[in-house]
């Protein structure tokens, strides 16, 4: 198995729900990593977790709530949203979060709208 | 602050070959990462060089000078289905090294026309 899966594929909340984005990967990878993209722009850093803790929050907003319940999973717990979060959130592992040869693999992302 | 500049937009010609400029500014590189995007997927790992030189990989090259911040990747034998955006990544060393952070290029659209 070398996939990364997000479930859902595709969110429509709004800015009072409270939705939750899943990640799975069975790669043996304890570095796992949430990733924002806007339109036409590069993905974002959001957090990174190592040996399921985390290790990088690039200053997210607290709307935002990371968990990584075991090695294999990664949520992204979401809570009242602004239309401007709306974006693809992908999610990426890897072998080890430091050291060399690291390549992150990512998954299919999930589409965000915020109404 | 990092920066990491790609051309926005480029167009070639079928069996041709490409090649996609990436030039960085950044502190505690350790690694740089070619990654191909098309629309509404997730980037998939095209390339990776830590020391200079060039990597081959098939139809894929990618070279990498560091004193010079700059690197390339190179497209042989274009096919239709390389027309994707493609990021140029640098891997930042956080946490005493202890974790790794990749920071993306603003990306390439590449169009392949027939």
């Known amino acids: 198995d070398t996939e990364v899966t997000q479930t859902p594929k595709h969110l429509v909340m709004g800015m009072t729900n409270k939705k939750s984005l899943k990640c799975e990967q069975h790669?043996?990878?304890?570095?796992m990593y949430w990733y924002k993209q806007k339109a036409k722009k590069p993905p974002e850093l959001m957090f990174v977790?190592?040996?399921?803790?985390?290790?990088i929050n690039e200053s997210v907003p607290s709307r935002f709530s990371p968990e990584c319940p075991n090695s294999s999973l990664l949520n992204l717990h979401l809570h009242a949203l602004q239309p401007e979060d709306s974006a693809l959130y992908l999610c990426?592992?890897?072998?080890?979060?430091?050291?060399?040869?690291?390549?992150?693999?990512f998954g299919p992302g999930t589409r965000l709208t915020v109404l | 602050g990092q920066n990491i500049d790609q051309p926005t937009e480029m167009t070639a010609t079928e069996g041709a070959i490409v090649q996609i400029n990436c030039t960085y500014q950044?502190?505690?590189?350790?690694?740089l990462f070619w990654y191909q995007q098309h629309a509404g997927e997730a980037p998939t790992f095209l390339s990776y060089n830590v020391l200079d030189g060039l990597e081959e990989k098939g139809r894929f090259s990618s070279f990498l000078s560091r004193s010079k911040g700059y690197s390339y990747l190179l497209l042989k034998e274009l096919q239709m289905k390389d027309s994707a955006s493609y990021l140029c990544?640098?891997?930042?060393?956080?946490?005493?090294?202890?974790?790794?952070?990749?920071?993306f290029g603003t990306g390439t659209l590449l169009a392949v026309q027939p």
């Open positions: 790669m043996g990878h304890r570095a």
């Open positions: 977790y190592s040996y399921e803790k985390l290790s």
């Open positions: 950044t502190s505690g590189f350790n690694g």
């Open positions: 990426a592992s890897s072998p080890r979060a430091g050291g060399h040869d690291n390549e992150q693999f």
């Open positions: 990544a640098v891997r930042l060393l956080r946490g005493g090294g202890a974790t790794n952070k990749l920071i």
